[in-house]
């Protein structure tokens, strides 16, 4: 990198290394190894972590750092920014039903490609990378159709970055041991590895007359450049210069296809999606700017409260990049001080040191940001799944009320547990990941059921088989129909020694940005810990507390990438 400029903020690059370095990292990494990577000093590490955890943007345990959810309200920002993810997206999610492949958006970040959206099918061999992982332009489907656009200087340094090191050298996303610099070893995949890395050589030296190809044909392809059997077909969407915005790709795999076949197959389909894409992008109303959060009153009250282990440089510069969003792609110098309530000179001196490490560029007298903001953890973090997000606040939940929490989906007419946290009592609830019990004499199951729409749970209810599990249980169907109004009426349910003798539960929903509850939390104890007035007085405002919280990381996390729920 180069020299930074003499106004650049010291501590704002510091924390940008370390949040690099986590997500580098696929997330997460001890403070020791932080220091490794960063080249920091230990206590530089600590005074950092301290300030982004603070903020929200990384958990800590013990002596290991986590990337937490809200950090992914950078990677928004720039999402939001570019649009094209709510604009396109459901073109995406319509051809990869149609094709029953993967569909995937990329768009040109210096001599690679970033992906910024992922439509995937579910199946045993997963065939995507994540939202913000960053290839060689060379290796894929999209990169020759953004060096058709590449000025002399871009394929200057492409040719000196490549001439430095391996074809996946700075780029983290490129698998392990693909790159041409990875020994064969002597195994049966030696013969499997060797032409791969043939492919891989080849497409660096051929990589220009690729890129004229496809800029004749308007397409282009990835035979296994990244990993063998994976295959791709990819055409550009233009704005109305006719320089592309984005490429869209069509992924496959070599059980399924060969590189000519999967061409053959899609490309008709793939060119009608990028020519609807691009009527979008022309007829797409101005959007609505989104409000900014002025966080600078903020900064100043956590300084004011830490002292010394707050960092105010590093979070008042990171809030920079939280003033750019849907509506706001572009913005002077004053806007993004009116944005975060930032003075001029702070501002400044943020937006300096941000254009210095690749994360804001400048247009004229105005600012945008980067696909490179993606680079803060977003790749890790856009694969969170639901158990992932709810975790830490169950075990903050157990930590208050010293009695187990769950987390549950709806399977069927079941429901299966996909995290919990137990408590360290002698006597206590045991129930392990991946137990099922009947959705009509659970806690969970009940506000999960209770949320259908009405059509759908009375179906559901006229297929169950309802079982007596305990002299206590609900078995008439009118009486448990009664009881599930009452519950999406009041937002909770209680089960009090219905689904094992000596065992009381009170759960709530977790919605999605939808509003549809896609989970439910709850609080299980014996009998003997709390009467039924108790756990709606003690414990309900607390596990409403949770709810909530899970709730705000799902629209963080759930804002531009699709949440497994298990």
């Given at each position: 990198?180069?020299?930074?400029?003499?106004?650049?903020?010291?501590?704002?690059?510091?924390?940008?290394?370390?949040?690099?370095?986590?997500?580098?990292?696929?997330?997460?990494?001890?403070?020791?190894?932080?220091?490794?990577?960063?080249?920091?000093?230990?206590?530089?590490?600590?005074?950092?972590?301290?300030?982004?955890?603070?903020?929200?943007?990384?958990?800590?345990?013990?002596?290991?750092?986590?990337?937490?959810?809200?950090?992914?309200?950078?990677?928004?920002?720039?999402?939001?920014?570019?649009?094209?993810?709510?604009?396109?997206?459901?073109?995406?999610?319509?051809?990869?039903?149609?094709?029953?492949?993967?569909?995937?958006?990329?768009?040109?970040?210096?001599?690679?490609?970033?992906?910024?959206?992922?439509?995937?099918?579910?199946?045993?061999?997963?065939?995507?990378?994540?939202?913000?992982?960053?290839?060689?332009?060379?290796?894929?489907?999209?990169?020759?159709?953004?060096?058709?656009?590449?000025?002399?200087?871009?394929?200057?340094?492409?040719?000196?970055?490549?001439?430095?090191?391996?074809?996946?050298?700075?780029?983290?996303?490129?698998?392990?041991?693909?790159?041409?610099?990875?020994?064969?070893?002597?195994?049966?995949?030696?013969?499997?590895?060797?032409?791969?890395?043939?492919?891989?050589?080849?497409?660096?030296?051929?990589?220009?007359?690729?890129?004229?190809?496809?800029?004749?044909?308007?397409?282009?392809?990835?035979?296994?450049?990244?990993?063998?059997?994976?295959?791709?077909?990819?055409?550009?969407?233009?704005?109305?210069?006719?320089?592309?915005?984005?490429?869209?790709?069509?992924?496959?795999?070599?059980?399924?296809?060969?590189?000519?076949?999967?061409?053959?197959?899609?490309?008709?389909?793939?060119?009608?999606?990028?020519?609807?894409?691009?009527?979008?992008?022309?007829?797409?109303?101005?959007?609505?700017?989104?409000?900014?959060?002025?966080?600078?009153?903020?900064?100043?009250?956590?300084?004011?409260?830490?002292?010394?282990?707050?960092?105010?440089?590093?979070?008042?510069?990171?809030?920079?990049?939280?003033?750019?969003?849907?509506?706001?792609?572009?913005?002077?110098?004053?806007?993004?001080?009116?944005?975060?309530?930032?003075?001029?000179?702070?501002?400044?001196?943020?937006?300096?040191?941000?254009?210095?490490?690749?994360?804001?560029?400048?247009?004229?007298?105005?600012?945008?940001?980067?696909?490179?903001?993606?680079?803060?953890?977003?790749?890790?973090?856009?694969?969170?799944?639901?158990?992932?997000?709810?975790?830490?606040?169950?075990?903050?939940?157990?930590?208050?009320?010293?009695?187990?929490?769950?987390?549950?989906?709806?399977?069927?007419?079941?429901?299966?547990?996909?995290?919990?946290?137990?408590?360290?009592?002698?006597?206590?609830?045991?129930?392990?990941?991946?137990?099922?019990?009947?959705?009509?004499?659970?806690?969970?199951?009940?506000?999960?059921?209770?949320?259908?729409?009405?059509?759908?749970?009375?179906?559901?209810?006229?297929?169950?088989?309802?079982?007596?599990?305990?002299?206590?249980?609900?078995?008439?169907?009118?009486?448990?129909?009664?009881?599930?109004?009452?519950v999406a009426a009041q937002g909770y349910a209680l089960v009090d020694e219905e689904l094992e003798e000596g065992l009381r539960s009170i759960a709530v929903p977790v919605r999605g940005p939808d509003g549809r509850a896609v989970g439910a939390v709850n609080v299980a104890m014996h009998t003997t810990r709390r009467t039924v007035a108790e756990c709606v007085a003690e414990v309900l405002p607390v596990l409403r507390g949770a709810a909530a919280a899970i709730e705000a990381d799902l629209g963080v996390?759930?804002?531009?990438?699709?949440?497994?729920?298990?």
């Amino acid at each position: 990198m180069d020299t930074a400029p003499a106004e650049a903020v010291g501590p704002l690059m510091r924390g940008v290394a370390v949040l690099r370095a986590l997500s580098d990292a696929d997330g997460r990494l001890s403070l020791g190894e932080l220091v490794r990577a960063t080249g920091l000093a230990r206590s530089t590490v600590d005074r950092v972590v301290a300030t982004l955890a603070r903020m929200g943007h990384l958990r800590l345990d013990g002596s290991s750092a986590t990337l937490a959810p809200r950090l992914m309200e950078l990677a928004n920002a720039y999402l939001g920014a570019l649009r094209l993810p709510a604009l396109l997206g459901p073109h995406a999610v319509q051809l990869a039903e149609e094709l029953d492949e993967s569909v995937s958006f990329a768009v040109p970040d210096r001599d690679g490609i970033r992906f910024v959206h992922q439509s995937t099918r579910r199946r045993a061999m997963s065939l995507t990378f994540r939202i913000g992982d960053l290839l060689p332009a060379e290796r894929t489907a999209p990169g020759p159709l953004f060096a058709a656009h590449w000025s002399p200087r871009q394929w200057q340094d492409w040719r000196e970055q490549r001439a430095a090191g391996p074809a996946g050298a700075g780029f983290p996303a490129v698998p392990s041991g693909t790159d041409t610099g990875a020994g064969t070893g002597n195994n049966t995949g030696t013969s499997t590895r060797t032409g791969f890395e043939q492919r891989v050589t080849q497409a660096v030296g051929g990589f220009e007359q690729r890129v004229a190809a496809a800029r004749h044909a308007g397409w282009a392809v990835d035979d296994q450049l990244i990993e063998p059997g994976l295959i791709a077909v990819a055409v550009p969407v233009r704005d109305a210069a006719g320089a592309p915005v984005c490429a869209v790709s069509v992924v496959s795999h070599t059980s399924r296809h060969s590189a000519a076949s999967l061409r053959a197959a899609v490309l008709p389909r793939l060119r009608e999606t990028a020519m609807a894409m691009e009527a979008e992008l022309r007829g797409a109303p101005a959007p609505t700017p989104s409000a900014p959060r002025a966080l600078a009153a903020w900064t100043s009250a956590s300084k004011q409260e830490l002292g010394a282990e707050f960092v105010e440089s590093l979070a008042r510069g990171l809030t920079v990049l939280t003033a750019f969003g849907e509506g706001r792609a572009e913005l002077s110098l004053s806007a993004v001080a009116e944005a975060t309530g930032l003075a001029r000179a702070t501002a400044r001196r943020a937006l300096i040191t941000l254009h210095h490490l690749g994360l804001v560029a400048t247009e004229g007298r105005t600012f945008r940001l980067t696909p490179r903001v993606l680079s803060l953890g977003c790749p890790p973090l856009s694969r969170t799944a639901l158990p992932d997000i709810a975790a830490p606040h169950l075990a903050a939940l157990v930590s208050t009320l010293h009695d187990s929490a769950s987390l549950a989906v709806l399977d069927g007419d079941a429901i299966q547990y996909t995290a919990r946290v137990a408590t360290s009592r002698i006597m206590s609830v045991n129930i392990t990941l991946g137990t099922r019990f009947p959705a009509y004499a659970a806690s969970m199951g009940r506000v999960l059921l209770a949320d259908l729409p009405a059509a759908e749970r009375a179906a559901r209810l006229g297929r169950m088989e309802l079982r007596a599990l305990t002299p206590r249980t609900l078995t008439s169907p009118a009486a448990l129909a009664a009881t599930l109004d009452e519950v999406a009426a009041q937002g909770y349910a209680l089960v009090d020694e219905e689904l094992e003798e000596g065992l009381r539960s009170i759960a709530v929903p977790v919605r999605g940005p939808d509003g549809r509850a896609v989970g439910a939390v709850n609080v299980a104890m014996h009998t003997t810990r709390r009467t039924v007035a108790e756990c709606v007085a003690e414990v309900l405002p607390v596990l409403r507390g949770a709810a909530a919280a899970i709730e705000a990381d799902l629209g963080v996390v759930g804002r531009f990438c699709r949440i497994p729920l298990s």
